[in-house]
């Protein structure tokens, strides 16, 4: 753990190390592509960079790691970290390049606080640095390890079996292995990563839920929404049956643990693709215990998946859905017109959540579970790209 002496520096320079974050993470992603454009080209997610969300998600990730040091000196924050190593396993993050990353984050902060940095601020920063380096090494070690394959090599090549197109812009891919290994397998509320060779020969990579859970099938199913972005476009456009995708392992560590307490799965937008392959596993383990199913979306019919799942929870014997539509028409029980809102829905002791979509719709029903007093720790959530919850307070 942190040592006492860097304990103190940090705690004294954290505000300031805080403010800068956002410039020393943008200066750091600088420096680190103009020496290897490969990684900005081939790892790195483009439109993110562009965007600034990439860095700011850094930002905050340092940050709240740092503080949490503080905060419990006596452990080290393996949730936090958790969800980050997930994210790096799929991509096949190696621990040489947390090195690289290194050298550009001490220019970077370098750069950016000049003689404000201390041989001693730089080595309780530096602790720091590698305490949590090192930590997701330790963890992405093991999720390698626990799916059977080489650090850092977790591609396989996939075909493209099928595609059924679930609204105009939300499509779902069938993918079946193409070499001779069997499917790896998975927990509902996992992702894979999907790696493609774009026009202009870059290979980018997006993470995409798992919609299905199908036990023992050797296939697997994506289901992707079209956005302002390269790789879902080049799915929807150019990838049809035939087609081989670069895929990873599945990942992620949104996955129902305890199916001994009441469960609420509330999604909106394609964030309802992990709830419905978390409905589907529960219905195919006998699950009888209570379950509130919440969706929001712009209408019914860009409800992808809509049909799955309806029907899904309807085969759970204590299952209640509650959909919202922001446009008509609502008309089925448990319907209604607007925004999510959990005020009139029994929150049953012992509750425990799962949360899927975008960002303000899962604080929105985070804040509305922690009113009513669901604690904290009870309340799970999934988050497409870099996790800006973080970097957001």
Not at 28 to 54: K, M, W
Not at 95 to 114: D, K, M, S
Not at 166 to 177: G, R, Y
Not at 245 to 254: F, I, W
Request: charged content about 20%; hydrophobic content about 45%; some cysteine.
């Amino acid at each position: 753990m942190l040592s006492d002496a860097s304990a103190a520096v940090v705690r004294a320079t954290l505000p300031a190390v805080g403010a800068a974050l956002d410039e020393i993470s943008s200066r750091l992603y600088s420096r680190l592509f103009a020496d290897h454009p490969e990684l900005s080209r081939d790892l790195f997610n483009r439109a993110n960079q562009t965007s600034g969300v990439q860095r700011q998600a850094l930002a905050g990730a340092i940050a709240a790691f740092a503080g949490a040091l503080l905060d419990h000196p006596d452990r080290r924050p393996d949730a936090l970290l958790s969800r980050i190593a997930h994210k790096h396993a799929s991509l096949g993050i190696s621990p040489g390049q947390y090195r690289l990353v290194h050298t550009h984050l001490l220019g970077a902060v370098a750069e950016v606080l000049g003689d404000a940095v201390t041989e001693e601020v730089a080595a309780a920063w530096n602790e720091v640095y590698w305490l949590m380096a090192n930590g997701l090494v330790a963890i992405e070690r093991r999720l390698y390890a626990e799916r059977g394959v080489l650090m850092g090599d977790t591609w396989r090549p996939w075909t493209v079996t099928g595609r059924v197109q679930e609204t105009p812009d939300v499509t779902t891919f069938a993918l079946a292995p193409a070499d001779t290994a069997p499917a790896p397998a998975f927990r509902a509320g996992q992702y894979v990563s999907v790696r493609v060779e774009l026009p202009d020969g870059a290979r980018q990579t997006r993470q995409y839920s798992l919609s299905r859970a199908t036990t023992g099938c050797p296939r697997r199913y994506i289901t992707v929404k079209r956005v302002d972005g390269e790789v879902s476009a080049h799915l929807h456009d150019r990838i049809h049956p035939g087609a081989t995708v670069e895929v990873s392992a599945p990942y992620g560590d949104v996955v129902i643990q305890d199916t001994g307490v009441p469960l609420l799965l509330a999604s909106a937008g394609i964030g309802c693709t992990p709830m419905v392959a978390m409905l589907e596993e529960l219905g195919a383990n006998g699950h009888t215990g209570p379950v509130t199913v919440v969706h929001a979306d712009r209408s019914p019919t860009t409800h992808a998946l809509r049909a799955d799942h309806l029907a899904l929870a309807g085969k759970l014997p204590a299952a209640q859905t509650r959909f919202w539509y922001e446009h008509g028409p609502a008309e089925a029980p448990g319907e209604a017109l607007g925004r999510a809102d959990l005020t009139d829905i029994p929150l049953a002791p012992g509750l425990t959540a799962y949360l899927c979509g975008p960002l303000p719709f899962m604080r929105a029903v985070r804040d509305q579970l922690l009113a009513r007093g669901v604690p904290a720790d009870r309340v799970h959530y999934e988050v497409f790209g870099p996790d800006l919850w973080l970097a957001r307070g």
